[in-house]
């Protein structure tokens, strides 16, 4: 999950967004954005797709299936 880590992370200071105020935008916690960052936990699958919807990208390019 190094991958989907780093491309959230990245996503998320392009939109220059901290951990609190891209939680507060999906309605998960700035403590779970960061622990996703952190390589600490994986989201589920309905964490997945609102985060590639958020971004406009697929769930494939979040988890390093598809540049």
């Known amino acids: ?5 780093e491309r959230l992370k ?5 939109a220059k967004l901290t951990t609190r ?3 507060e935008k999906l309605g998960y916690s700035n403590i779970a954005i960061s622990r996703w ?3 600490e936990r994986i ?3 309905e964490a997945l797709v ?3 919807k958020f971004f ?3 769930t494939d ?4 299936l598809e540049d």
């Open 1 to 5: 999950m190094k991958i989907f880590a």
């Open 10 to 14: 990245e996503l998320r200071e392009e």
């Open 21 to 23: 105020q891209l939680g």
């Open 37 to 39: 960052e952190r390589e």
């Open 43 to 45: 989201p589920n699958i």
């Open 50 to 52: 609102d985060i590639a």
């Open 56 to 58: 406009k990208v697929s």
């Open 61 to 64: 390019y979040l988890c390093g």
